[in-house]
Structure formats: C-alpha cells, structure tokens
C-alpha cells in the first residue's frame, strides 16, 4: 500500500499565503485536489514528472505546483487566498506510463491519495 503524505495546512486571513507540501516517490504525475464542506473534490493543480503543469481556472496565477525530486516532495505555493479557496486539500499520485494531459484534473486518474490537510481562510 502507497500512501502520499500533505502537511502545511492552516488558518489564514484572505490574501494571505500557505505552502502544502506532499511526500511520495515513483509517480509519473501527481495533484492537488480540494473539497470544500458540502461539494464535490475537484483538481487544483497537476505536474508531471518532467514538469508540465495544469491549473485550475479559479487558481490561476495564485497558486504554483512544484516539485522537488531529491526531497520526494511535491508542493502548491498558494497567495492571495480567499474564503471559497476553504477546503480539504488532498495529494494524489498515479504511476501510469501513458496518460492524457487533458485529464490530469481529474479525480479517476489517481490511485493514491493522501489523508488530507485542512486550509481555511478567513475574511
């Protein structure tokens, strides 16, 4: 059993910043998805392991995925929050060889999946 591990979850003030951070190896590709308190979980961010990276429309130029192969570590830089970005956030990884960019948001792509860290922001 594969488990990715989030920590950097937090309570802040709207504008401010947070950094997640998410621990697992071996993954061709891997996200951060997000569930809000009565909705769906929904992708935020995607990277693959030579770099490419999908954003979310509503996060788009506030948060940046990245990662760190040495550490084993992936992370979102997330500014400007605000209180709609209040969520569960979670880490996902997959390990396929082949896959469509298009899809990368998508929650039947991943296998693996963290236990989550709470973000709320305030107003």
């Known amino acids: 059993q594969v488990q990715p591990v989030e920590s950097g979850g937090g309570s802040v003030q709207s504008g401010g910043s947070l950094r997640l951070s998410c621990v697992g190896s071996g993954y061709t590709y891997m996200a951060w998805f997000r569930q809000p308190p009565g909705k769906e979980r929904e992708g935020v961010a995607a990277?693959?392991?030579?770099?490419?990276?999908s954003y979310t429309a509503s996060v788009e130029g506030r948060f940046t995925i990245s990662q760190d192969n040495a550490a084993n570590t992936m992370f979102l830089q997330m500014t400007d929050l605000k209180p709609n970005d209040t969520a569960v956030y979670y880490c996902?990884?997959?390990?396929?060889?082949?896959?469509?960019?298009?899809?990368?948001?998508?929650?039947?792509?991943?296998?693996?999946w963290g236990q989550g860290t709470q973000v709320t922001v305030s107003s």
């Open positions: 996902a990884g997959d390990r396929a060889r082949t896959f469509d960019l298009a899809y990368l948001l998508h929650r039947e792509m991943y296998t693996d």
């Open positions: 990277i693959t392991s030579r770099g490419r990276k």
